[in-house]
């Protein structure tokens, strides 16, 4: 894919560019995201570093990005917005951006270009999916599975379809407590092709369909709401799988040693970035602007991927993809975006999400009630 293409580039450190003096900028600034080893990434890759050089600031994390649409709607009604930087997926930021709780952007204005002058429009290419939207990372969603639970005799799973195969693979599932995916592999495991998994859903006959399919597991789901949620779960031997975000996974598996495979078909990819909340002060905007332009620069994208397995969103980033922070091994064989990786790849779409989200969260959230 052309998202996912690696360029060659000069690696140099690219200094933060402040839109504004800092006594005219805010001294602290509410950052929200997922927790779990992806914040961590965060907080080491680009927020530690900002603190460093701004020791004035105080930085303070809120781990709500999974819940960021409803409360951002929420605090928009109350005009109390509390937020200064909210870390979305893509389809939540179009939503964002359509109901003017996100404020546009200039990309090439606020972000900064790569090292040998590309603009940053350029540099992040066609991942720029919203006037909001300012991405870091590419991602998948994909699912774990204990490797010594798998029964004698039988091989272990490489099948996204294995998560419906309660007899030959017994135990209980962990899944998102969201439709977003589950509702596709459904689908996917219900025989609908590839290409048409979208067409299906978008109908009231193909949500059904995908329900009755998670039907089938249903009793054997525990639903999960934290990304850091499935890797626990596994680590404790509660479920035989589950599905979670690939740089949980790598973190269990790399970094602590589990005894948890890695099960890559049907991955969904997907994006995750910034927007920021429309109508903010003047101070706290202005040091927005100066993090963001320093924390999504070409150095500080791929510094994240030493601490997890994510690709980062810049071009110019992918060469100085290097070894991991503390293991000393080599990132690239871990991203989603590996050849060996991405044989079965499920792209993800973020426009029919934020057209359907909320309707069909709502038929979701009625089925796992009854």
Known sequence: MQLFKTLSATAVLVAASGTA????????????SWGGA???????????????MHPEVTITWDESSNEAVAKLRAMNEANNVTWDLVDVVASDALRLCDEGLAMEIDANELLAPAPDGTSAEDDFGDLLVSDCYIPQIVYSTTVGFRTDMVPEGTDAPTDICALFDTETYPGMRSLEKRPINNMEWA?????????????????????QQALDKLATIKDDVIWWSAGA??????ADGEVFMGSTYNGRL????????????????????????????????EDRLARVKDFVRFATDTQRLADQSKYISYGPARKSSAPLVGKHATLGIDMAPHMPTDPANSKNTFLYNYEFWADYRDDI???????LAQ
Request: net charge negative.
């Open 361 to 367: 969260d709502a038929k979701f959230q009625a089925w």
């Open 38 to 52: 992806y914040q961590a990434s965060q907080v080491n890759a680009y927020a530690e570093p900002y603190k460093a």
């Open 229 to 234: 949620d499935t890797p626990q779960l596994l």
């Open 187 to 207: 689908l996917l495991c219900d025989g609908v092709a590839k290409d048409e998994v979208y067409d299906v859903l978008g109908t009231p006959e193909g949500q």
């Open 21 to 32: 003096f800092a006594a005219d900028m805010a001294s602290d600034m509410t950052l929200v």
């Open 250 to 281: 790598f973190s269990a598996i790399v970094e602590q040693d589990q005894p948890i495979g890695m099960l890559w078909d049907a991955q969904v990819f997907d994006l995750d970035g910034w927007i920021i909340p429309a109508g903010l002060p």
